[in-house]
């Protein structure tokens, strides 16, 4: 199950996003008292004070800088094809090869002849396999014989058997990348330097982590709550109008390219059957339901509301997200979707103020 719901698309995600947020239509004004009150009943609500949460706190270093600096290079490098030569570790080949088991191709084992590039030494292709094609030389025809792993889940016929590929060096991939200097940076960038090209960048970074941490340790803190509050009942009314509304709209996803639903579905959002999506809608719908009432539960505590300003900001937040303009906005989205985001964020914010951030342990990062 859990290897399903990894599949599922950003469309589906963007779908409950729309969709679960809303409450009975578009209203002009939202009591945003009564939504609290309504909720809140449902929880009964825990100290949150001092609330251990799994901390995200992300150090920039120099190695990841590199990282960054070395991708902008490869931006600009050219690659050109060596047709002649000894293929050595380290280097990035061009190969066919045409795999064999007790003297018969087996599926997959072939590059039918539209050549593959392969790093010398990466581990890409079956232990034993790369080693032996180093010190070949281009244009150079020649068999290898490879073990497959005792566990081999691509195909089990093969695994634990010895196989022989024949292999073909079409040409070594020369990689010309640019001379990283000034002249370089100004060309490609809109610093002037590498010294204020690589402060910008650390400085560029600490704040996207700094941001994204944030968002990490506020789901965190959330989830930690959630762990800990009992909901004495859901509002299953309005779980089921959710429910009802994202399966109605993928199911109009589903009428204009011309699929039935249950193919939809399994097609476009990797389930294993019908079922199986309903089953999650179900599960998102029960996870957003508890998320909300343990808002308002907190919302009521701190005696929290929303004002014009906040739904504004909110507003802007969202277009400058999504990339919606307003007119988008206004048709995915009504009043009541933005009082909560409005009052989300407010309670996130408190949660996160009043909880303690624990470092992950090695187990927590796996």
Known sequence: MKKEL???????????????????????GVDVDGMIDRYSKCCELVDYEGLEYTETKTEVNDEMVQSQIDGLISQYSTTEQVKEGTAVMGDTVNIDFVGKHNGEEFEGGSSNGEGKDLELGSGTFIEGMEEQIANHKVGETFDITVKFPKEYPANQDLAGESVVFTITINY????????????????YTDAKSVDEYETKLKEEMVDYYSKSDESYNKSAVMEALMDEVTIKEYPEKDMQEMIDDIINRVQK???NVGYDFATYVTTTYGMA?????????????????????VICSVAKKENLTVTKEDVEAIKKKVMK?????????NEQYNNKDFVYFALSEKVYDILLEKGKGVPAT?????
């Open 253 to 255: 996803e589903a009428d």
């Open 362 to 366: 090695n187990t927590d990062a796996q």
């Open 172 to 187: 070594i991939v020369k990689v010309n990348a640019p001379e990283y200097n000034d002249e370089f940076i100004a060309s």
């Open 6 to 28: 990894k599949k599922v698309s950003c469309a589906l995600a963007l779908t409950l996003s729309l969709t679960m947020l809303g409450g009975c239509g578009k209203v002009a």
């Open 321 to 329: 997200e999504t990339g919606y303009t307003e007119k988008q906005l």
């Open 273 to 293: 059957s019908e079922q199986v999506f309903r089953d999650y809608i179900s599960e998102q719908a029960k996870s957003y339901m508890k998320e909300k009432i």
